[in-house]
């Protein structure tokens, strides 16, 4: 019977047989991805598909209804249909295969578990299944190796795979051949268009026009005027990372505030990052790139600013909701890009990786271990503890109580913190950096080496060497600046009360003053039994951001 299904697709006979539609929406990437994707942790946003060919058009109930026409008609009956919403039958991805290898391929599970069922003869409704109907040959596929996989199914497994217009012919040998041409010209068409797209794109981007699907947060539906309540959101957000905040404090007060992203979730460490890195908040354009990890086999996505050809920022047509001095310190505090071990701080207790052993020649970090349950200590206590020299991250010689310690580090930090904002008050004015000039200056040099590169008219040893120079004064530069930033926001706030706030604020936040505060607290050896806990903490205070001029 089966050897005859075939023969009798190919006569027009279904009688009896058990068929399936594969019911593919198809929508090539006519789109530029969202210059917002910070609601999908890394990936963007779905954007609106524009159809390429009349069947394009066709949604999923046309193709089913006449499919189920056109089977009927011919004896037979529809079983199960296989729906692929959204799906190209084009564009390829990197993958990863189970050996190692990287690979591009049409990334298609729903067609190739489609094939796989065929093969079997049962549907996932435990349906027999005798053959696959779709209504045109792009609704099978646009891509040469699918298509081998599917004559694999026609040849060897002795399945029909028919089409309802009869440009399909996967039953006969010239019908094969035909086919193989027809789906080649269609993968050039479709290759066609993306250049087409992306060259309407690069256009789009270069005039500072906005794009994408979701409106970014900080903007109203136009993507172009802000939104008054949530661009000052971010301001103030910048602000408070420049004068020390750390990132995962900012997520945890916006969720708490019932602060959502534009699609209405709650904010994660990764997304708030991917708004913060954006140049659209400084008002240039972007546009969105990836770094493929052949570690991981991942791609990380990242937002980068667009040159014009003179090799400026293109100017977005949008209003900024921070200036560009603002986010380029802002970038040089949480970095361009996301690494692969860019992740919120998970630690669990106040003063891990904060304290270090103080014997001499070990410098180790201290850890965290908790008691066991001792008549001694009550339930929950803990102690750090320098590791042992068995670990190789150790000596082993310091052990110091865990809960006396957080409070006077505790203390501590919070008595200098009184103190700097204190000072700050009494000296409101600070002065203009006068380093801005200088800072122009350099840039415009570095711009003029680039152009004498391209020109050929210094060679690439000259050209690299000169370049490392100016880059390295460019960076001091802007070092300089975002500690005149910094000085300058905590001059013109409110000092925070951090006596009064400690005990509502999340570990850490907590940890982020402490480490504004310390680069590092030393515990030593106690010199004697019962010896004081303030004699063995040997606190290692960062420098007064405004003595460093």
Not at 65 to 70: L, S
Not at 157 to 175: A, E, K, S, V
Not at 432 to 455: C, P, S, T, Y
């Amino acid at each position: 019977m089966a050897d005859d299904l075939v023969k009798r697709a190919h006569w027009g006979d279904l009688t009896g047989q058990n068929w399936a539609v594969l019911a593919r929406l198809s929508h090539e990437p006519d789109y530029e991805p969202s210059e917002s994707h910070e609601d999908a942790g890394g990936t963007t946003a779905r954007p609106k598909f524009i159809p390429q060919t009349g069947y394009d058009i066709k949604n999923r109930d046309e193709q089913v209804k006449d499919a189920r026409t056109f089977v009927e008609s011919r004896g037979g009956r529809i079983v199960y249909v296989y729906e692929e919403p959204d799906t190209s039958a084009w564009k390829r991805r990197r993958v990863q295969l189970p050996d190692g290898r990287l690979v591009y391929r049409v990334i298609r599970p729903v067609f190739e578990g489609a094939l796989d069922d065929l093969k079997h003869g049962q549907a996932p409704n435990s349906q027999r299944l005798d053959g696959l109907i779709v209504s045109d040959i792009d609704r099978l596929t646009r891509d040469n190796r699918h298509l081998e996989d599917a004559i694999e199914v026609v040849e060897n497994f002795r399945r029909p795979i028919i089409d309802i217009t009869g440009t399909l012919d996967l039953l006969t040998d010239n019908g094969r051949t035909v086919a193989r041409i027809v789906v080649a010209t269609k993968n050039q068409q479709s290759a066609d268009t993306a250049r087409r797209v992306s060259r309407k794109h690069k256009a789009l981007q270069q005039a500072g026009i906005p794009t994408g699907g979701r409106r970014p947060f900080g903007w109203q539906d136009d993507k172009r005027t802000r939104h008054a309540v949530e661009s000052e959101h971010l301001r103030d957000a910048v602000r408070r990372i420049i004068d020390g905040a750390q990132v995962h404090s900012i997520v945890a007060d916006w969720n708490s505030r019932g602060i959502t992203t534009p699609s209405g979730r709650t904010w994660k460490f990764d997304t708030i990052k991917v708004v913060l890195r954006n140049p659209r908040i400084c008002g240039y354009r972007s546009r969105i790139t990836s770094d493929f990890d052949p570690q991981t086999g991942t791609e990380n996505k990242r937002s980068e600013i667009v040159f014009n050809d003179e090799g400026e920022p293109v100017i977005g047509k949008w209003q900024p909701i921070i200036s560009v001095e603002e986010w380029e310190a802002l970038i040089d505090i949480i970095g361009a890009a996301p690494t692969p071990t860019a992740t919120a701080n998970a630690r669990t207790y106040l003063l891990t990786g904060i304290l270090r052993c103080g014997k001499d020649d070990c410098d180790a970090p201290l850890r965290a271990l908790k008691q066991p349950p001792h008549r001694k200590y009550p339930d929950g206590f803990w102690y750090y503890a320098c590791s042992s020299k068995g670990t190789g991250r150790g000596c082993g010689g310091v052990k110091i109580n865990g809960p006396e310690t957080d409070e006077l580090v505790r203390k501590m930090v919070i008595a200098k913190h009184e103190r700097e904002a204190a000072r700050r008050q009494s000296n409101t004015s600070v002065d203009e950096w006068v380093g801005e000039a200088e800072l122009a200056r350099i840039r415009e040099d570095i711009a003029d080496l680039k152009w004498a590169r391209r020109e050929r008219k210094i060679s690439k040893e000259r050209y690299f060497a000169d370049l490392a120079e100016a880059e390295a004064n460019e960076r001091t530069r802007l070092k300089e600046r975002n500690t005149w930033l910094r000085r300058k926001y905590a001059s013109e706030g409110k000092p925070v009360d951090l006596r009064a706030k400690w005990p509502t604020i999340t570990l850490s936040e907590r940890r982020g003053y402490i480490e504004q505060a310390l680069t590092a607290v030393l515990v030593l050896p106690a010199p004697y039994r019962g010896a004081p806990l303030r004699d063995r903490v040997d606190p290692l205070w960062r420098p007064d951001q405004d003595s460093e001029r």
